[in-house]
C-alpha cells in the first residue's frame, strides 16, 4: 500500500489550497481516509476524515475553513483548505484504515509521507 500526497506549499493568510492523496495497492473504496497534520516537537493531530459511506468529520479548528472527499475512481482523497491561518502551518499526512474512519492515530493503518503547508501573514 502506497498513500502519496501532494498539494503543499506556502500561501498567504486567507488563501486556499487543495491537498491530494493518490493511493495504490488497496481496494480504495473499502477504505476510509483521513488527514493529519504536525507541527515540529507537536504531536500528530487529526484534521478531518471521511468514512467509506461518505460521512465526514472534522477538528473544531478547521470545521467550517477545510473540506474532505474522496474520488473512488480516481482512487484519490482530497482536503480543500479556506481561509487560511497562519496557526495550520504543518507537515500534513494523509492516513487510511479499512472499513473504519481514521478519527485517532492508533486506527491508522496506512500513512502517506507528508506535505507541508506554510500560510505566511
Known amino acids: 500500500v502506497q498513500l502519496q500526497a501532494s498539494g503543499g506549499g506556502l500561501v498567504q493568510a486567507g488563501g486556499s489550497l487543495t491537498l491530494a492523496c493518490a493511493a495504490c495497492?488497496?481496494?480504495?473504496?473499502?477504505?476510509?481516509m483521513g488527514w493529519f497534520r504536525q507541527a515540529p516537537g507537536k504531536e500528530r493531530e487529526f484534521v478531518a476524515s471521511i468514512a467509506v459511506g461518505g460521512s465526514t468529520h472534522y477538528a473544531d479548528s478547521v470545521k467550517g475553513r477545510f473540506t474532505v472527499s474522496k474520488d473512488n475512481a480516481k482512487n484519490t482523497a482530497y482536503l480543500q483548505m479556506t481561509s487560511l491561518k497562519p496557526d495550520d502551518t504543518r507537515v500534513y499526512y494523509c492516513?487510511?484504515?479499512?472499513?473504519?474512519?481514521?478519527?485517532?492515530?492508533?486506527?491508522?493503518?496506512?500513512w502517506g509521507q507528508g506535505t507541508l503547508v506554510t500560510v505566511s501573514s
Open positions: 492516513a487510511a484504515a479499512p472499513y473504519r474512519v481514521p478519527r485517532d492515530r492508533d486506527l491508522v493503518d496506512h
Open positions: 495497492g488497496l481496494t480504495f473504496s473499502r477504505y476510509g
